[in-house]
């Protein structure tokens, strides 16, 4: 399905660089006015899949499209309406911040003069600075405020919070973002920080070696899974596997498991393999991926 409701809609796409597989099959929508994470071990193919939805790499399989539009062909078009804040905030070291602000400001016909400057205070960048003496932080502030300040429909930030101190991460990074949705239009993010992810973002991808491993509105992602702890009268003889379960970690008579499924049936799974369940709550989203990535290892190591 692609209606009017979706800014990304990708199918199938795949990606090959020399013999590795960067994306592999990844289908995506992305609805209007939504913050989406994107989350995956380094290397899992996030950077990859945002360089397809920029344009910046042609589908080798499968199919992009952006607005309804398919960014390699219609690059103006598209790019026109996203703000880009890439991983390695690349800024021209030669200009002062006001002049990188003047300069996109002269491509940019829906730049925000009083955005820009709000955000200037915010971020503390002074304008006479050269780009080449900034410390990290500020280039990454300089780099957030040129991608925001045109006020783009789809906001792409591909792991935002480098080189961010905790405060400006957490409040204005978070109130940036909510701003964004809650006038109608979309960010997508990718980062490693899962709790931050969790903090943000309405709907989430979990990308794992090249493919979307769970995907959905973080409500309904972390709904499905479960988190509990199991009591033994004697210690199993090995791991416990309740129906469901993705990992179990423990020892002797106490054992938790991150699994898929409902509380009634997973107290009558655990009932007949002898454990009574003490514990039941809903996963962090880090407790989900953890054991998703740790079971996957185990599988390869085992196979
Ligand atoms: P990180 O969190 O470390 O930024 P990522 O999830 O963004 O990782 P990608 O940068 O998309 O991951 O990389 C996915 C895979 O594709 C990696 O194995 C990477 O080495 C490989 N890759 C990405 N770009 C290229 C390229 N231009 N040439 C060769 N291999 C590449």
């Known amino acids: 399905m692609s209606g009017d409701a979706s800014v990304v809609h990708i199918e199938g796409l795949s990606r090959r660089f020399g013999g590795k597989t960067a994306l592999d099959g990844v289908d995506l929508e992305i609805p209007v006015g939504t913050v989406f994470g994107l989350v995956g071990e380094n290397g899992a ?10 344009g910046l790499l042609r589908a080798q399989a499968g199919s992009v499209r952006v607005f309804g539009r398919d960014p390699v062909q219609e690059p103006v078009e598209v790019l026109s309406r996203i703000g880009y804040l890439s991983e390695d905030r690349d800024l021209p070291d030669w200009m002062t911040v006001g002049e990188v602000l003047r300069y996109l400001r002269a491509f940019y016909p829906t730049w925000d003069d009083s955005l820009a400057d709000d955000l200037r205070r915010q971020f503390e960048l002074d304008p006479k600075a050269r780009v080449k003496t900034l410390s990290q932080g500020q280039r990454a502030r300089t780099a957030l405020l040129a991608a925001m300040a045109y006020r783009p429909d789809l906001l792409v930030l591909d792991e935002p919070s480098t080189g961010l101190d905790p405060i400006v991460r957490r409040d204005i990074l978070t109130a940036i973002i909510r701003t964004v949705a809650d006038e109608g239009r979309t960010v997508l993010f990718s980062s490693h920080l899962l709790d931050e992810v969790e903090r943000m973002a309405d709907s989430i991808a979990m990308i794992d070696r090249g493919r979307i491993v769970l995907c959905g509105p973080l409500s309904d992602v972390k709904g499905a899974h479960r988190r509990v702890t199991l009591r033994f009268n004697q210690p199993p003889a090995r791991p416990p596997v309740l129906a469901g379960s993705i990992l179990s970690e423990g020892f ?52």
Request: overall charge negative.
């Open 252 to 303: 002797g008579r106490e054992w938790t498991a991150v699994c898929r499924g409902g509380t009634e049936q997973l107290a009558r799974d655990a009932a007949t393999i002898g454990a009574e369940v003490v514990e039941d709550d809903v996963p962090s989203l880090d407790e989900i991926f953890v054991a998703r990535i740790r079971a996957r290892e185990t599988v390869s190591a085992e196979g």
């Open 45 to 54: 193919g996030k950077t990859t899949l945002i360089k397809h939805i920029l």
